[in-house]
């Protein structure tokens, strides 16, 4: 089992940046794929990037050459590095993980607020 935390989140200009973390209790941390998710007010909750236990990464289209996903496996922390933030960032910010043979995020943080102001 894991559990994860995120940390970070707070209030940032547009053009600014801002850094989240989230880490996770377990031993076997290094073999979990771990995702960043968002929710904006009124939307669904959406894919931001994912990494891989092997550190290779994939993003949504809205975030592709802003924010970047790594991972420290001997600090059991995933980051995410957001960059040029726009007012449309703004959402609740979620860290997940997936564990090796499981087809679905099966835990969750709490999430962190994030808001962008214009």
């Known amino acids: 089992q894991l559990q994860v935390v995120e940390s970070g989140g707070g209030l940032a200009q547009a053009g600014g940046s801002l850094r989240l973390s989230c880490t996770a209790s377990?031993?076997?941390?290094?073999?979990?794929?771990m995702g960043w998710f968002r929710q904006a007010p009124g939307k669904d909750r959406e894919f931001v990037a994912t990494?891989?236990?092997?550190?290779?990464?994939t993003y949504a289209d809205s975030v592709k050459g802003r924010f970047t996903i790594s991972r420290d496996n001997a600090k059991n922390t995933v980051y995410l590095q957001m960059n040029s933030l726009k007012p449309e960032d703004t959402a609740v910010y979620y860290c997940?993980?997936?564990?090796?043979?499981?087809?679905?995020?099966?835990?969750w943080g709490q999430g962190t607020q994030v808001t962008v102001s214009s």
């Open positions: 377990g031993r076997t941390f290094s073999s979990y794929t």
């Open positions: 990494i891989t236990w092997n550190g290779a990464n």
């Open positions: 997940a993980a997936r564990g090796p043979y499981d087809q679905t995020y099966t835990y």
